[in-house]
Nanobody, 128 residues
């Protein structure tokens, strides 16, 4: 397991943008597929976006497609979630997840159980 640290959450008006960051403690993401999940009050944690280890494949939940973008810096130290055109229904705690050492470098995961490392979460609140 890897310790993950998220940052970048906050309060924003509908239509605004935020960028979340996720960094692993003491290592890089060079062998890790990474995902972003979110959990709204009273709801289950849901998949938002994922990226394969080699960075070539990404996937998104239908609810955020075209508005959110997952990316990674060239040093593979930080993974980002750029969130544009935010809506009140995007309000949630956002979590970064990773599965370092995964065998498949071209695959991203969409299930919570497929990740073994999680960050502490960062709150995103979108006001109407």
């Amino acid at each position: 397991q890897v310790q993950l640290v998220e940052s970048g959450g906050g309060l924003v008006q509908a239509g605004g943008s935020l960028r979340l960051s996720c960094t692993p403690s003491g290592r890089t993401f060079s062998t890790c597929p990474v995902g972003w999940f979110r959990q709204a009050p009273g709801k289950e944690r849901e998949f938002v976006a994922g990226m394969s280890t080699n960075g070539r494949n990404t996937g998104y939940a239908d609810s955020v497609k075209g508005r959110f973008t997952i990316s990674r810096d060239s040093a593979k130290i930080t993974v980002y979630l750029q969130m544009n055109s935010l809506k009140p229904e995007d309000t949630a705690v956002y979590y970064c997840a990773a599965k370092c050492g995964a065998a498949f470098i071209s695959t991203y995961f969409t299930g919570r159980s497929e990740y073994d490392s999680w960050g502490q979460g960062t709150q995103v609140t979108v006001s109407s």
